[in-house]
């Protein structure tokens, strides 16, 4: 279940026609849809992860899911699990939206990791394995979707 801030708790369908909706009503605009996951560990590892549709120049509007899952201590096996729920989620969306004949949109996974500080040493790794998928990989400082607003919510 998916959270729009305006709209309240929509499933991944009342996302999808939210979304088409927001993109037909400016066709002529240029939209990319971002998908990142951030977690925070405390008894478990809680993570959320972020849709948000763009319209360049012109906003945006986000959803977002709350999961549980396992504790994860290990930054790798964090970095590599939100990775791959980001790719799990894009995935059932791309399905969706090219029914709606939304196709061509970019597409970006936003990776709450950088070059700089501890997940420097498997970043490559992290963006490899998104654009093994065909997907454009965004990390710090270019990820807001996964390092502002997933983690506003992770908390």
């Known amino acids: 279940m998916f959270v729009s801030p305006s709209k309240g708790p929509m499933t991944l369908d009342a996302m999808v026609t939210d ?8 066709r002529t605009a240029d939209y990319r ?21 763009q319209r360049l120049g012109k906003g945006a509007r986000f959803f ?3 999961t549980e899952h396992m504790c994860m201590s290990s930054l790798r096996q964090k970095l590599y699990y939100e990775t791959a729920i980001s790719l799990d989620v894009v995935h059932a969306l791309k399905e969706k939206l090219y029914k ?11 990776v709450d990791a950088g070059f700089v500080g501890a997940s420097r040493e498997i970043i490559r790794e992290i963006v490899g394995m998104v654009m093994a998928t065909g997907l454009v990989a965004k990390v710090k400082p270019d990820s807001f979707g996964a390092s502002a607003v997933a983690d506003r919510f992770t908390k």
């Open 19 to 26: 979304i088409v909706d927001y993109v037909r009503a400016e």
């Open 100 to 110: 709606n004949l939304l196709v061509g949109m970019r597409i970006e996974i936003h």
């Open 64 to 66: 977002y899911r709350h």
């Open 33 to 53: 849809l971002i998908i990142g996951t951030d977690s925070h560990t405390k008894k478990g590892t809680h993570m959320v992860t972020a849709v948000i549709i």
